[in-house]
């Protein structure tokens, strides 16, 4: 009955540790976007002006901590365990902002929302639809942009931006080096439309 007793208990205390082995999370690993590197954005000459960039609207899927990749056209794969270190859409406006200064010279590129507002000459609204890598190592950038007159809110240029990048191998490294390249070539749409304005005199009329 001893034996028989030591037996079981040895068994608990085996079943206790492998379940304990299995509870354990695996170390969740935290990720951020960043601007691009100067030698990979061509500069233009401008006109001195300001401009704001609004808030990033995000479609919901992308709007959460979690790395969201893409497995076939309508199945999503959403990590638990590696995530944005911000919220993306403040991680996206930061990377914009700091890459459209680079490029545009004399224009200063404020981010909404601004607590003392300057004078403003355009702002910038942008909507990402998509956003994300898939299981072949394509990045693929979808948005809507557009820049409007601070005064009267019409719309002097719209736009929309399709970039597509690939990168391997697939890991969330490259998924996040792949996503800097596609943001890289939105913020070139963005800066040459700028630069189109820039020494014009702001009017009411859409274009």
């Not at 001893?2 to 206790?16: D, E, Q």
């Not at 365990?81 to 404020?110: A, C, H, M």
Request: with cysteine; net charge positive; aromatic share 8%.
């Amino acid at each position: 009955m001893t034996m028989i007793n030591a037996m079981v208990k040895a068994s608990v205390v085996i079943v206790i540790l492998s379940v304990s082995g299995c509870a354990r999370s695996p170390d969740s690993h935290f990720f951020l976007l960043n601007p691009a590197s100067h030698q990979a954005l061509k500069k233009y000459r401008s006109c001195r002006q300001t401009v704001a960039l609004d808030t990033i609207k995000l479609a919901k899927y992308l709007d959460k901590p979690n790395i969201v990749t893409r497995f076939t056209s309508n199945h999503l794969i959403v990590s638990e365990f590696n995530r944005w270190s911000e919220p993306l859409g403040d991680n996206i406006q930061r990377v914009l902002q700091q890459n459209l200064n680079y490029q545009l010279k004399n224009v200063t590129v404020l981010t909404s929302p601004i607590r003392v507002e300057p004078d403003i000459n355009y702002r910038v609204s942008t909507q990402i639809y998509m956003f994300d890598m898939n299981t072949k190592g394509v990045t693929t950038l979808k948005a809507s942009w557009g820049i409007y007159n601070k005064e009267s809110r019409l719309a002097l240029i719209r736009k929309k931006t399709y970039h597509t990048y690939a990168q391997s191998p697939l890991t969330y490294q490259t998924i996040t080096r792949s996503m800097n390249n596609a943001l890289t070539m939105l913020s070139r749409d963005i800066a040459v439309s700028i630069k189109s304005l820039s020494c014009k005199k702001p009017t009411t009329n859409s274009q």
